[in-house]
């Protein structure tokens, strides 16, 4: 314990005397402003809780707040302690194993985890497309690089199902980087891969083989990827009204002139279909604190403090976001872990 107290302190120290280094966020002083990156689909609403900050402690700075994609954040975050790297990481994902690792190997040794709510994976539509209603297997068919071990030569979505139109396979979605890709890999993917005997069987068999062969998204121009910008999607829906988009459900809720969601096993995806996780896109949403930086950065405790108050459906400001709100004893849970910023058990993460 003692050993803990100096690391911290000693990266107290580093941040406090950090002259503008690398990241240049500090402007040649000591950096003043809490620094968050990551996720596309976190970013709306870490913006919005940063937006009213300062009117609430107006003693501290606006928070920057930057949009890179849940892979690419967190692997700034971890990089490690000091001004120059980043105090939170916004997670459509929870983080993966081998990225607490490369946390710890670079000296950030404890952290943080807060679930801020839900949300979906959406699968998106132009009002002026077809109404499309699919499953994961027709999904999985259409995108897959090599379904069920074999090439992916499906052109249109009656290739895949003869109930659907032929209409040809286009859809818009996030890049490797994305953890809302991820998520869409797992939930979406792996569960229409899955519907096959002998995938589910590879599962056990050959785990590395299973993610190939189910997670792995063709290359051949039937999936665009479109950065980090689910904006940007819902824009080519819209010039592309027989394409299909995949990002989260804030943003279909946000643009409910111009796009509708796309029923997944009969289920269309909406707040309560998705607080309830009857819609099978469901997904938990996280935000990282760096436990050395709460003593060196100043409000970065307060920030959190906001953060927390502001999830809650009845007295937060996060619902008119888009944000779902997580159940009850979800909610409970990581309020006290906000309060007390426990940091999270390592043992914990696959």
């Known amino acids: 314990m003692a050993k803990l107290h100096y690391l911290i302190g000693m990266a107290a120290l580093a941040l406090a005397g950090c002259q ?112 499309m209603a699919l499953t994961e297997e027709d999904i ?9 071990g074999k090439p992916n030569t499906a052109k249109t979505w009656k290739d895949v199902n003869p109930a659907l139109p032929a209409i040809a396979i286009k859809v818009f979605g996030p890049p490797p980087t994305s953890g809302t890709r991820d998520a869409f890999a797992e939930l979406i993917l792996e569960k229409g891969c899955d519907a096959n005997a002998e995938m589910k069987a590879l599962k056990t068999s050959d785990k590395d083989r299973h993610q190939a062969v189910c997670t792995k998204i063709r290359e051949d121009g039937a999936y665009v990827e479109s950065g980090e910008n689910d904006n940007l999607i819902v824009q080519k829906l ?81 619902k008119r976001r888009g944000l779902i709100a997580a159940p009850a004893d979800v909610r409970a849970k990581n309020l006290d872990i906000a309060t007390k910023l426990t940091p999270m058990d390592p043992a914990t993460v696959n």
Do not use: M
């Open 238 to 318: 819209v010039a592309n009204p027989d394409a299909l988009g995949v990002f989260g459900y804030s943003f279909l809720e946000e643009n409910l002139d111009k796009v509708r969601g796309v029923k997944l096993q009969g289920v269309a995806p909406t707040y309560d279909t998705i607080a309830s996780y009857e819609y099978p896109g469901a997904r938990p949403l996280f935000i990282y604190v760096k436990s050395a930086h709460l003593k060196a950065i100043p409000g970065l405790k307060e920030f959190v403090a906001e953060y927390a108050g502001a999830w809650d459906p009845d007295s937060g400001y996060l």
């Open 20 to 131: 503008g280094q690398d990241g240049g966020d500090a402007g040649g002083a000591a950096r003043d402003q809490i620094r968050a990156v990551g996720s596309s689909t976190v970013y709306p609403f870490t913006t919005a809780v940063a937006e009213q900050f300062p009117r609430k402690f107006p003693s501290f700075k606006a928070p920057i707040v930057e949009s890179t994609g849940t892979g690419a954040g967190l692997k700034q975050f971890c990089a490690g302690v000091g001004a120059q790297f980043p105090d939170i990481a916004n997670a459509s994902r929870r983080i993966k194993k081998s990225e607490l690792d490369d946390c710890v190997k670079n000296g950030v040794s404890e952290l943080v985890e807060i679930q801020i709510g839900i949300d979906g994976i959406a699968l998106g539509e132009s009002k002026a497309g077809a109404e």
């Open 140 to 148: 999985y068919k259409a995108l897959a690089a090599n379904p069920y």
